[in-house]
Structures are given as C-alpha cells and as structure tokens.
C-alpha cells in the first residue's frame, strides 16, 4: 500500500546550525506534500507545503524540496532556533485514497543551545 | 475566519462510560479527518467523513468508536465503554480539499 518514509527519527543540531529532514513515498501519483510542526501538548500546524509542479519553495528560514523522480522531499530549517524545537511530520497526498494524507513517523527536531 | 474549534480540550471518563468528542471545522470546509495519537508517537488516521457521509473509517476500531458529521452542527466522535487503553490525544483536522488544518486536539484520561 501508500507508504511515506520519513527520517531520522530524532535530530538534534546546535544552535544557528541547518537541519534536514528526509521524506520518500511510494506513490507516484502524488502531487501535494505538506510538512507539519507539532509543538508540546498542541495539534499539527502546516508550516510549509510544495505540490509537484515545482521543486523548491522558501518561507524565510524554511524550505522545501521534491524531487519527483527520486520520489524523495526534504524540509531544510537554516539558523535553527530554540522554538524550532519540535516534532515535523512530512505527509503526502494520494488520489486514490480519497485524497487522503499519508502521513510520515515524525522527526523530534533537539535544538541545542 | 476561526480555525479549528475542538471540545473539549481535556476528558476524565472511568472505564464504561462514554466519550463524546466534538469539533467544529473552519468555516467553509466540508472534509473532516479524526486522528489518535498516543505519546510520543505518530498520528494514526482514524476516520475520514463529510458532512452527512462516512467516506473511510478503515482506521477506526469495529466496536465501541463511532463518528459523524452531521449537516448542522459539530462532527463528533463517540467512544462507547471506554477502557483504559483508549486514553489518548485525538485531534481532528478540516479540510477544503487536500491540505489539513488541525484543532488542538482532546486529551481523553480513562481511569
């Protein structure tokens, strides 16, 4: 079935540095992928999202990579931040699902200071 | 425009009795997804509905979990007889079409 892999599981980067985080999926038809921030004790929040007709895209200190033929995306966060500190979930939707999100383990992002 | 309203925000229930968890999408959107999430862990997709329609509940237990999303009113997820393994955040998402917009989520105690 739809399988999103996402890693590592737990990342942690000194403060100021760059992280990255790594999503592949298994379904080629999948054209929208969003990454999601979970801090403690609050729900999900998109952060950022690319769909398949482009392959980067910049808010600020973030941005988000798709490479459709390797079917990998990746979130870069750059001059991390304590309040970067939490969970990122990468999902991707697929069509014959309902246009439902398939959804990636998690990433505990550590920013040390 | 409001986000997603969930309520309430934390549930205390004893084994055997009922949960009702209700959440009212953001304005506009007619797709509503319920999501468990255990403590350090993942989501786990639950139910899929919109309004007056369940279009997938492959994720949801076959015995004691139930949704709906009625043409009026909040969607609303019930757990019958709830038992100590049900405590968990469940947090619900609206949806135009595609992206998610979570509420804050319930964090449901059984004791």
């Known amino acids: 079935g739809e399988n999103v892999e996402q890693h590592p599981s737990t990342l942690s980067v000194q403060e100021g540095d760059s992280a990255v985080i790594k999503c592949t999926y298994s379904?080629?038809?999948?054209?929208?992928f969003p990454w999601y921030k979970q801090e403690l004790g609050k729900g999900p929040q998109l952060i950022i999202d690319?769909?398949?007709n482009v392959g980067e895209k910049k808010d600020q200190r973030i941005a988000v990579t798709l490479n459709k033929t390797a079917k990998h995306f990746s979130l870069h966060i750059t001059e991390t931040q304590p309040e970067d500190s939490a969970v990122y979930f990468c999902?991707?939707?697929?069509?014959?699902?309902?246009?439902?999100?398939?959804w990636g383990a998690g990433t505990k992002l550590i920013i040390k200071p | 425009n409001a986000g997603v309203m969930q309520n309430p925000r934390h549930l205390v229930r004893r084994r055997g009795q009922e949960a009702r968890l209700r959440c009212s999408p953001m304005?506009?959107?007619?797709?509503v997804y319920w999501y468990r999430q255990l403590p350090e862990e993942g989501l786990k997709f639950m139910v899929y509905?919109?309004?007056?329609?369940?279009?997938?509940e492959s994720g949801m237990p076959k015995e004691r979990f139930s949704a709906e999303f009625p043409k009026e009113g909040p969607s609303i997820l019930r757990i019958q007889q709830v038992v100590r393994g049900d405590s968990a955040a469940y947090f619900c998402?609206?949806?135009?079409?595609?992206?998610?917009?979570f509420g804050p989520g319930t964090r449901l105690t059984v004791t």
């Open positions: 998402a609206s949806s135009p079409v595609g992206e998610q917009y």
């Open positions: 509905l919109q309004k007056e329609n369940i279009i997938d």
């Open positions: 690319i769909r398949s």
């Open positions: 999902a991707a939707l697929y069509m014959d699902s309902n246009y439902q999100l398939i």
């Open positions: 379904d080629s038809a999948s054209n929208y």
């Open positions: 304005k506009g959107h007619s797709h």
